[in-house]
């Protein structure tokens, strides 16, 4: 069986999505079709944000509180110093909050992105690819395939989720640990300060 999440996750997924919508506007002159192209964005925003409330909801209701227990590794700061390892308890429903509040501003991030390059730099095809990939990112998601598919957390599924980067090109070290050696590490280092 083919793994759609795989291969809609797929960076090549995305770029030949984007070339595609690049041909797909010059075909149709996006130029005359420039309000509807605008409330098709913004009403695709609101809806994957609306959407996002409703998947808290959603987590919510189930209410997992199976305590999480991990390492968050140390982070670099603006000014270059690095923060060390932090071990973070926190129930499985709070996790899950936090993660789709992150994709809230993301969201967020992306809608004035696309503001600028549409109404400054006077671009329009973003406005119709984020308008359909939007929907692609938000359905994608982890926390999505978990509350509203009902796949199982198991694999990549598996919280702590794993940071992903286009191509794979994540340090180990910035992974969250699990291992009880790192987490009983933390523990030492939390109760000598």
Avoid at 10 to 27: A, D, K, T
Avoid at 75 to 87: A, I, K, N, V, Y
Avoid at 159 to 169: K, N, Q, S, V
Wanted: net charge positive; no cysteine.
């Amino acid at each position: 069986m083919t793994d759609y999440v795989k291969l809609l996750n797929s960076p090549y997924f995305s770029i030949g999505s984007f070339l595609f919508f690049q041909q797909l506007g010059r075909y149709l002159k996006l130029e005359e079709y420039l309000l509807p192209l605008r409330i098709l964005y913004l009403s695709a925003q609101l809806s994957i944000i609306g959407l996002s409330y409703y998947l808290i909801y959603k987590i919510k209701q189930k209410n997992d509180q199976t305590v999480l227990k991990y390492v968050e590794p140390a982070s670099q700061g603006w000014d270059g110093t690095e923060t060390s390892d932090r071990l973070v308890n926190i129930t499985v429903m709070d996790y899950d909050i936090a993660e789709v509040n992150k994709g809230i501003k993301q969201s967020a991030m992306g809608i004035l992105m696309i503001s600028f390059i549409h109404f400054k730099l006077g671009y329009i095809q973003p406005l119709l690819v984020q308008s359909i990939l939007g929907f692609k990112t938000f359905f994608l998601t982890k926390e999505v395939r978990i509350h509203l598919w009902g796949f199982p957390t198991t694999g990549d599924l598996r919280r702590p989720f794993r940071i992903e980067a286009p191509f794979g090109l994540v340090n180990e070290k910035k992974q969250p640990k699990t291992d009880k050696g790192s987490i009983k590490k933390a523990e030492k280092a939390l109760k000598a300060e």
